[in-house]
C-alpha cells in the first residue's frame, strides 16, 4: 500500500501533464462548454436562429429552459431541478465562457489528478449544483436566470487550496499595471475568495455576477478537500501553475 503522505505529487503532476490526454475530464468539460455555447443562439454562428428579433427571442427562450430561475427552483417541477445541472454548461456571452474555461484549464487538471477522473467529475457537478442551489434559496424571490459554471469553478479553486497550496501561480494584477507575477497558490486564491466575499456582500439579486455562487462553490470545494484528503495534503511544492490574469 502506498502511503499518500510520501507520494511527490509535483512529480506525478508532471508526468500526468505530459501524459496523452493529460486531464480528460478537465479538457473534456472545457469542449463540452465550448461545443454548447457554438450550437446555441449566443454565440451567434448558427444561422438556425436568425438574426436581429429572432435571435433575441431565442436567446431569451435558452436562458429560460436551460438556466436556473431562483423564484422558479423551489416550486417542486424536476425540469426546475435538473436546471442547476444544466446551467453548468451554459454561458452567456464570449467573455463569460473564455474566462472560466481559463481557470478550469489552470486549476483543473491538477485536481484531477489528485482525485482522480470519476471522483473529479462528481466533485465538479455537485458542488457546481450546490453553488447555483445556494445562491437560489437566498434570492428565492429573484426572476434573473443564472448560468454559468464560475460556481463548479470556484470549488475546484477551493479545493486547489487546500490540496496545492504552495504552488506557484502566474497571474497579471491590475492595480500592478498587469505585470506578471508568481505567488503560491494560497496567496491568490485567499485574495480572490475575499474580493467574491465583499462583492457578494454587496450586490443583489439582480443583472450581473452572482459572487454567491462563487462563494458557496470555494467554501464547498475546500470543505470537501479538507475532509476527504485531510492528512494527505501536498507537503512540496508543487508544479506551477499558470493563468492570464488574476482569477
Not at 19 to 45: E, H
Not at 188 to 199: D, H, I, K, N
Not at 207 to 236: D, M, S
Amino acid at each position: 500500500m502506498i502511503d499518500l503522505r510520501e507520494v511527490d505529487w509535483r512529480e506525478r503532476a508532471r508526468g500526468f501533464a505530459a501524459a496523452a490526454g493529460g486531464a480528460p475530464v478537465t479538457y473534456g468539460l472545457i469542449a463540452l462548454c465550448c461545443a454548447v455555447f457554438l450550437m446555441s443562439p449566443l454565440s451567434g454562428f448558427n444561422p438556425v436562429y436568425g438574426d436581429a428579433d429572432a435571435l433575441l427571442a431565442a436567446q431569451a427562450g435558452y436562458f429560460e429552459r436551460w438556466g436556473v430561475i431562483p423564484s422558479e427552483l423551489l416550486d417542486g417541477s424536476a425540469h426546475a431541478a435538473l436546471t442547476p445541472l444544466t446551467a453548468l454548461f451554459v454561458h452567456g456571452s464570449w467573455l463569460h465562457l473564455l474566462g472560466n474555461m481559463l481557470f478550469l484549464y489552470v486549476f483543473g487538471a491538477m485536481a484531477e489528478e489528485r482525485m482522480g477522473r470519476v471522483e473529479f467529475t462528481l466533485f465538479y457537478l455537485v458542488c457546481g449544483y450546490f453553488a447555483l442551489v445556494a445562491y437560489a434559496v437566498v434570492h428565492a424571490d429573484s426572476d434573473q436566470t443564472l448560468v454559468g459554471a464560475s460556481g463548479a469553478i470556484s470549488a475546484v479553486l477551493g479545493a486547489f487550496l487546500y490540496l496545492f497550496p504552495k504552488a506557484r501561480v502566474t497571474s497579471l494584477f491590475p492595480f500592478l499595471f498587469f505585470l506578471p507575477l508568481r505567488f503560491p497558490a494560497w496567496i491568490v486564491l485567499v485574495f480572490w475568495f475575499v474580493l467574491q466575499w465583499l462583492a457578494a456582500r454587496g450586490a443583489g439579486s439582480g443583472p450581473g455576477v452572482a459572487y454567491l455562487a462563487h462563494v458557496a462553490g470555494f467554501a464547498a470545494g475546500f470543505l470537501y478537500a479538507w475532509v476527504r484528503f485531510r492528512g494527505t495534503r501536498v507537503k512540496v511544492p508543487a508544479t506551477a501553475t499558470e493563468g492570464e490574469r488574476q482569477p
